[in-house]
């Protein structure tokens, strides 16, 4: 495998993948409809049911989350209903945007950027008035908030006709996530982020009451038409071409998170967390994101010694690490540190040796 040249992946996506992983997607092709491809759809779908923790089906898309965004907006908000999206940092603000492009009448909750939405939000504005969905972003990758979803969860459950959908693009196999215990009705999320894959594929958790509710929906569109989708899936494939060398990836990895353990993955990555706030802080940066909302996959660091980020990178680049310089209308005034996927504590430990010395520490 080429190595010259590569840099270290510190970036929130893609992230850095492991030779092993990269090395399973070179196994011989198989015609996607064959037996064999039916075997490997069989065991991603066993594997991904124990991840996202649901007794549901799991839907495989070739495509990236955005792609599922659309699908979620379009099979689940009826035309004569609204949607009601949690508004919070560039991610969350794009998909509000994807629901209107399809057409959706959207209402938004929008707080700042770095600050979480909070159950009580939701509640308040639910005794307002009737939404199909409530759609919020469990992990903003641009700010470094975790919205409580389980939290949220408990208050959209308590309205019968309105569906959960979260975009868990970020924090899935590094935040914790319990798609059946918390009552999530669609758990969309992309390879490239804590599932530390190649991107190019993109997963959801679907529940029956989506499936009914698509029933209801006219104009669920072509690629992402949740029913299509399905019939496929009870056969062991997908209505159009998959990526199938992506799904060899994703089935060796899953042996191995299964094989970390779910709760000991989201410790690792909370170990992480806790690792670069501590080093933030005792170099005088501040942390973006709200006290209590940070997340266990990204952290933005405030740039609070105004620096120049661009020589950062330039600087660290030269140690072999691709870092992060900000994003949307933070950049510059903040930097994140991707500490997800596969990356262990003594990567990271590097990483902020480097960071020490460009500071001069």
């Known amino acids: 495998m080429k190595t010259d040249g590569h840099k270290r992946l510190v970036i929130p996506g893609p992230v850095e993948v492991r030779p092993e992983i990269l090395e399973a997607q070179t196994e011989w092709m198989i015609g996607h409809r064959s037996s064999a491809f039916a075997d490997l759809f069989a065991r991603l779908q066993g594997k991904l049911k124990q991840a996202f923790q649901t007794e549901s089906r799991v839907f495989v898309s070739g495509s990236s989350g955005t792609g599922l965004w659309e699908g979620a907006s379009r099979n689940c908000i009826r035309d004569d209903q609204k949607a009601l999206h949690l508004v919070g940092g560039a ?53 470094g908030v975790t919205n409580p979803i389980q939290a949220i969860a408990e208050v959209v459950n308590q309205y019968e006709d309105t569906l959960l959908l979260v975009d868990t693009v970020s924090g899935f196999l590094g935040a914790e996530l319990r798609v059946d215990d918390w009552g999530i009705d669609i758990a969309l999320t992309s390879s490239q982020k804590a599932f530390a894959l190649p991107p190019g594929i993109a997963f959801a958790a679907v529940s029956d009451r989506v499936l009914e509710r698509a029933k209801a929906v006219t104009n669920r569109g072509y690629y992402f038409d949740f029913i299509e989708i399905e019939k496929s899936l009870l056969k062991n494939n997908t209505p159009s071409t998959p990526p199938i060398p992506l799904m060899f990836a994703a089935d060796r990895q899953l042996d191995d998170i299964l094989n970390e353990g779910l709760e000991n993955r989201w410790q690792r990555h909370t ?60 950049k510059g005034k903040t930097f994140r540190i991707a500490h997800m996927g596969d990356m262990q504590p003594s990567e990271l430990e590097e990483v902020l040796a480097g960071l020490d010395d460009f500071l001069g520490v």
């Open 91 to 143: 991610f969350s603000e794009r998909w509000a945007e994807v629901s209107n492009l399809n057409g959706k009448d959207v209402d938004v909750i929008e707080v700042e950027w770095g600050q979480a939405h909070t159950p009580e939000m939701v509640a308040d504005t639910l005794k307002k008035g009737h939404y199909d969905a409530v759609c919020v972003v469990h992990n903003e990758t641009s700010t």
């Open 271 to 330: 170990e992480m967390r806790d690792l670069t706030h501590q080093w933030a802080l005792s170099r005088e940066l501040g942390l973006f994101a709200a006290d209590g909302y940070r997340s266990p996959t990204v952290t933005a660091v405030a740039n609070t010694k105004d620096f120049d980020i661009n020589e950062m990178a330039k600087f660290m680049s030269g140690k072999g690490f691709s870092m992060d310089k900000g994003y949307g209308k933070i």
